[in-house]
Nanobody, 123 residues
Framework: VQLLASGGGLVQAGGSLRLSCAAS????????MGWFRQAPGKERDIVAV????????YYADSVKGRFTISRGNAKNTVYLQMNSLKPEDTAVYYC?????????????????WGQGTQVTVSS
């Protein structure tokens, strides 16, 4: 399974970015998809998760109301719409998938990871 993330970049505070992550390969089972981020010198944190059906989502408190996670119609793509960006959102953003019927907030329970995409928000 391969995950290809894209959409990162440099944006001013208050701006928006949309991240995409496409899964390919042996993705024949149901899986949740999540976005995590890691800022320099900090641990990797959960940002948002979406279930296989798209009917359940989770957001970290720090992004609630500003970020929206969604899945494409083919379910193998996940998006993260990021609005009202703040300098503290600056990080490398990673997408990940977790096979099975239950999603998780723990990164160590995810099965595959993308390569990461840099998001930098200037003040």
């Amino acid at each position: 399974v391969q995950l290809l993330a894209s959409g990162g970049g440099l944006v001013q505070a208050g701006g928006s970015l949309r991240l995409s992550c496409a899964a390919s390969g042996r993705t024949f089972s149901s899986y949740a998809m999540g976005w995590f981020r890691q800022a320099p010198g900090k641990e990797r944190d959960i940002v948002a998760v979406i279930s296989w059906s798209g009917g359940s989502t989770y957001y970290a408190d720090s992004v609630k109301g500003r970020f929206t996670i969604s899945r494409g119609n083919a379910k193998n793509t996940v998006y993260l719409q990021m609005n009202s960006l703040k300098p503290e959102d600056t990080a490398v953003y990673y997408c990940a998938i977790k096979f099975g019927s239950r999603w998780s907030l723990r990164g160590d329970e995810y099965d595959y990871w993308g390569q990461g995409t840099q998001v930098t928000v200037s003040s």
